[in-house]
Nanobody, 124 residues
Framework: QVHVVESGGGLVQAGGSLRLSCAAS????????MGWFRQAPGKEREFVAV????????YYADSVKGRFTISRDAAKNTVYLQMNSLKPEDTAVYYC?????????????????WGQGTQVTVSS
């Protein structure tokens, strides 16, 4: 059975940093792209970042570009999201997921094996 577990969320002041981790177990995800999404109260889930298996190519939402960095440790089946210069508008539950289909990388419908999420709260 596959488990995807996010961790590392918390409360931080604006301008601070957090590092989220996403550990997958139950099978190998060699060859799969991995992504981070977030969902704020009353809003739809939105794309944050993705890391491609091939070449480690990364893509980011414009709102986080230059502040967030996605990386992965394939041997540990783990993906990270380093978040710097955090803003109150980054407050959300952050989810990681495996990209299972071949569609556009920023569409949540292309992903599966979602974790339970980790809360990030940025105070002003």
């Amino acid at each position: 059975q596959v488990h995807v577990v996010e961790s590392g969320g918390g409360l931080v002041q604006a301008g601070g940093s957090l590092r989220l981790s996403c550990a997958a177990s139950g099978r190998s995800f060699t060859g799969y792209d991995m992504g981070w999404f977030r969902q704020a109260p009353g809003k739809e889930r939105e794309f944050v970042a993705v890391i491609r298996w091939t070449g480690g190519i990364t893509y980011y939402a414009d709102s986080v570009k230059g502040r967030f960095t996605i990386s992965r440790d394939a041997a540990k089946n783990t993906v990270y999201l380093q978040m710097n210069s955090l803003k109150p508008e980054d407050t959300a539950v952050y989810y990681c997921a495996v990209k299972l289909y071949s569609g556009i990388y920023y569409s949540a419908g292309e992903y599966g094996y979602w974790g339970q999420g980790t809360q990030v709260t940025v105070s002003s």
